[in-house]
């Protein structure tokens, strides 16, 4: 005959629970940007022609596109392909251009920049 051995449990020794930190954060004080501006990065131009869409169909009369560096061409792409392909009523209201100083790993370098303001009509 087998002997039943007693189950054995073995005790999980309680988890140290964390004392509450509260750790105050610096307030960061950031302009909201406006609904209708579409910042312009590293996404394919498609992704920002939909963006560009989809503010004019929600009632936006202008809708500002915003790039710098390399992301400008893709900027000009955006607003040339909604205007021909997809909102044909539209008309490139502003153009400005300029420069931001970025602070990088090399120090401060300048970084063109360009704005594009899109409208309906003429």
């Known amino acids: 005959m087998a002997e039943e051995k007693p189950a054995v449990t073995e005790e999980k020794p309680a988890a140290k629970e964390k004392p509450a930190v509260t750790e105050e954060k610096p307030a960061v004080k950031e302009k909201p940007a ?3 501006v579409v910042f312009i990065g590293i996404k394919p131009v498609m992704n920002y022609v939909l963006a ?3 503010q004019f169909n929600m009632g936006s009369g202008d809708v500002v596109l915003k790039a ?3 992301a400008i061409s893709t900027a000009v792409d955006v607003a040339e ?3 021909n392909r997809f909102l044909k009523g539209l008309a490139v209201r ?5 420069t ?4 990088g790993d090399r120090g401060a370098t300048n970084v063109s920049t360009v704005e594009i303001v899109l409208g309906r009509g003429k």
């Open 94 to 98: 502003n153009i400005s251009i300029g």
């Open 81 to 83: 392909i909604t205007r």
């Open 34 to 36: 406006a609904e209708n």
């Open 68 to 70: 710098r560096g390399r």
């Open 52 to 54: 560009v869409i989809t």
């Open 100 to 103: 931001e100083e970025v602070q």
